[in-house]
């Protein structure tokens, strides 16, 4: 299976460089390593499998535990309090998109998933840092993650988006917004729960080997874990 790599986060346009690389040709093997498009299927919102058949609900139930403890351990640290506060959560969102954003530029996984590319938000993030002068974290080690583990990374990364819509009322309060310290949190041009449809029909279109369906979400739990390792750190270390 291919591996992904992090890389430097160098800038907005043209430094924007990543180390990725090339899975097979899109109209060969999707996926390495048992992945491959379930024939029939389509990744623009048509004909959803059944819930006990998606992916991406089996993502849901094996990362449900580590997802509430997450969830619950953000509030405890009050990140809406005051501008103080939202700046180490943007911190937290910053170093966490900091990992995941190569696989935004992965062209296997992005012939699979839909206008993955345009879904990244780690120069939104950068920028909400700039409005609020938080100058950006270091740069953190590079992790070679798999396709699979890609996926699962992924999974969380594009459902915090979904519930960004209550976290953009709270930095409402903060005199925040799409345009100003908040630009990460902005809805895609589609809606929401459109944008989040299509991520989730694309996984469900996948086919992937009992031992690729683990690792992945093997990578949402880990993926998880990192983020409640930095609010640890920003919040309460």
């Known amino acids: 299976m291919d591996k992904v790599a992090t890389r430097p986060y160098l800038g907005r346009t043209s430094a924007r ?13 999707i996926l390495t390593s048992g992945a491959t498009r379930r024939p029939g299927r389509q990744a623009n919102g048509m004909a959803p499998a059944p819930e006990s058949q998606n992916l991406w609900s089996r993502l849901k139930q094996g990362t449900r535990a580590a997802h509430g403890a997450l969830d619950a351990r953000i509030m405890a640290g009050q990140p809406f309090a005051d501008r103080g506060r939202y700046g180490q959560f943007l ?20 012939a699979v998933l ?16 700039a409005d609020l002068a938080i100058p950006a974290p270091p740069a953190a080690p590079a992790v070679d993650r798999d396709e699979a583990e890609a996926l699962g990374w992924l999974y969380v990364a594009e459902g915090s988006s979904l519930g960004a819509a209550f976290l953009l009322k709270w930095a409402g309060q903060l005199g925040l917004s799409e345009t100003f310290g908040a630009r ?4 895609a041009p589609e809606g929401r729960a459109q944008h989040w449809r299509r991520f989730t029909n694309a996984l469900d ?18 993926a998880f874990a990192r983020v409640q390792g930095l609010v640890e750190q920003h919040f309460f270390a």
């Open 17 to 29: 460089t990543r180390r990725v690389t090339s899975l097979s040709p899109p109209d060969t093997r």
């Open 91 to 110: 911190l937290v969102q910053y170093e966490f998109h900091w990992l995941v954003d190569p696989h935004y530029a992965h062209a296997g996984l992005a």
């Open 114 to 129: 839909p206008d993955l590319q345009e879904r990244s938000r780690l120069d939104a993030i950068a920028a909400d840092l």
């Open 184 to 187: 990460h949190m902005a809805a």
């Open 205 to 222: 279109a996948l086919e992937l080997d009992g031992d690729a369906e683990v690792r992945a979400i093997a990578g949402a739990n880990a």
